[in-house]
């Protein structure tokens, strides 16, 4: 009897795991579907998208139609975009403008110290020049003392 028991253990183990596998590849092949239709709704607005920029591109002075408060929208929306992109334009401008105002008045300081102080490469010459003298005087002091 020991044995009919381990055989009908085996082909109920049998029978279960094909169950699952059954589940699992109904799961694997539901999931592939629901993409694929996820990829198609996709595919779908882009279409549509495009079919209504082409439709407001060719139509947007036709206010009379059945689109017409949309399209008077876009309209609105269209020139405040241009206000906008001028508005930046502006700023952009003045931006420009405090920028190189920044830079003459900058440029107008400099001068002016290069104007109150003597040319820089001239003091490091004199600086240079008063060292060799300091030095010279060291040597010669050094010398006579060494005379003596």
């Known amino acids: 009897m020991d ?12 029978v279960a795991s094909t169950g699952v596998s059954q589940k699992v ?19 779908i607005e882009k279409i549509t ?11 947007l002075q ?34 420009e403008e405090a920028r190189r105002i920044a830079q003459e008045e900058k440029a107008a300081r400099n ?6 102080q003597p040319d820089i490469t001239q003091r490091v010459q004199e600086r240079r020049q008063s060292d060799i003298r300091r030095d010279l005087s060291r040597r010669q002091s050094i010398i006579s003392v060494t005379r003596e």
């Not at 920029?53 to 139509?59: A, L, M, N, S």
């Not at 001068?111 to 109150?116: I, Y």
């Open 3 to 14: 044995f009919f028991n381990r055989v009908k253990d085996t082909v109920m183990d049998t």
């Open 25 to 43: 590849a109904h799961t694997t092949g539901t999931l592939k579907l629901n993409q694929l239709i996820k990829f198609n709704e996709k595919e």
């Open 49 to 59: 998208l495009e079919i209504g920029r082409d439709y407001v591109e060719h139509h």
């Open 62 to 95: 036709e206010t009379d139609s059945e689109y017409g408060p949309q399209l008077e929208r876009i309209k609105e929306l269209q020139s405040e975009i241009e206000k906008f992109t001028g508005q930046i334009e502006n700023l952009r401008t003045e931006q």
């Open 111 to 116: 001068l002016a110290r290069q104007q109150d």
